[in-house]
């Protein structure tokens, strides 16, 4: 886990390519509701995801046929909104998770292969 | 009773007013409303962020929410036959009223004119097509048609009053201010009952209250203003 001295901060246009296919991952371990999505995101070290950004996402995640939702009473709280991945999400983060490793890959081929950039990595990770 | 004492915040305050406000001018769904709105509730009490923190400015965000759900065509939930029985009950109770009060005060008989009545039906026939086709006009290669369809509608209420002054018929100004009473009590009764759509909670189905301008200025539009063309028939030099 990620505390929050090591906490980077990624750049935006980052967060918003990969959050999408993050918010699938975390639903592939079952049923859950934002803030809990949430807060699985800043434990993985993606830092805070703001609910202005995350409720959209999930609703056209619902539009894509993608998730689907249901409404919990709170057990002596609020009522949540359950989101839970249809087969049609499952096959689609199957899909992407291929992709996604693929598209790493071949991104980290363009980068340097200096040997002293994995060094300065390994002492100072968070800083470069 | 339960979900007031979990959920004080639905008493609307500025943040969701204005987030309610904008969606409703965004033409999203009651129901779609208040599932945004339920999700914030519930957002902001399990993190204990205010909503402002959580979801930044109320309007930026109704239109982050707006982008991803589909906003309903008030025109298209109207059936073409409703409609026109509507705009049949207020166009003729319009000039019904207006002449029975102008009468009250000349202390003569109300006195409808072939113009109003001729309106009133040309009237009916437009609106009942303009809604019969709205799904037509809604496309926005029809931006000609539209206005067209605008002008055809007031032309046709108003251009036969303007025409044909000449009285058709004569009622005693109670019966004709009756009348036009029960036509427009019945169509606000009937107007009142099914709309406009309102915010729902999610997991209840209970309506949540709604920012307080925007029900009554839909449903006091019309009795306002007849009563301001009441006033004006009254005090106008002449009667």
């Given amino acids: 886990m990620t505390t929050p001295e090591t906490q980077p901060t990624w750049p935006g246009d980052w967060l918003r390519g990969v959050l999408e296919l993050c918010v699938l991952g975390v639903l592939a371990d079952g049923p859950t509701y934002g803030y809990a999505i949430a807060q699985r995101l800043a434990e993985a070290g993606l830092g805070v995801v703001k609910g202005g950004t995350l409720y959209p996402l999930l609703t056209r995640l619902e539009g894509e046929k993608l998730v689907e939702a249901t409404w919990r009473a709170g057990d002596g709280g609020p009522g949540r909104k359950y989101f839970e991945l249809t087969a049609a999400g499952r096959a689609e983060l199957a899909r992407r998770d291929v992709l996604w490793a693929e598209f790493v890959t071949r991104t980290r081929r363009l980068l340097p292969a200096d040997p002293d950039v994995d060094n300065v990595a390994a002492s100072n990770p968070l800083e470069m | ?239």
């Fill in chain 2, 1 to 239: 009773m339960i979900k007031n004492l979990f959920r004080p915040r639905h008493l609307l305050d500025p943040w969701r007013d204005n987030f309610v406000i904008a969606l409703i001018l965004r033409n999203i769904s009651g129901g779609q409303i208040g599932d945004a709105l339920a999700q914030v509730d519930a957002h902001c009490t399990d993190s204990g962020e205010e909503p402002e923190e959580a979801f930044g400015d109320p309007v930026v965000y109704a239109t982050s929410v707006a982008e991803q759900v589909r906003p309903v065509d008030l025109a298209l939930s109207m059936s073409p036959l409703r409609a026109g029985m509507l705009a049949l009950a207020v166009l003729f109770a319009v000039p019904t009223l207006l002449s029975g009060v102008s009468g009250l005060a000349r202390g003569g008989p109300a006195e409808l004119s072939i113009g109003s009545l001729v309106g009133a039906g040309v009237g009916t026939a437009a609106i009942t097509l303009v809604v019969r086709f709205a799904s037509v006009l809604k496309d926005p290669r029809q931006r000609g048609r539209r206005f067209g369809a605008i002008w055809l509608l007031l032309g046709a209420m108003t251009g036969p009053s303007i025409i044909w002054t000449s009285t058709a018929v004569e009622l005693s100004a109670w019966l004709s201010v009756g009348i036009a009473a029960v036509l427009l009590a019945a169509t606000w009764v009937s107007l009142r009952a099914t709309g406009p759509d309102v915010v729902v909670d999610p997991l209840t189905g209970d309506s949540l209250p709604t920012p307080r301008w925007i029900a009554p200025g839909v449903h006091w539009l019309l009795p306002v203003t007849l009563a301001v063309a009441i006033l004006l028939i009254l005090f106008m030099p002449g009667h």
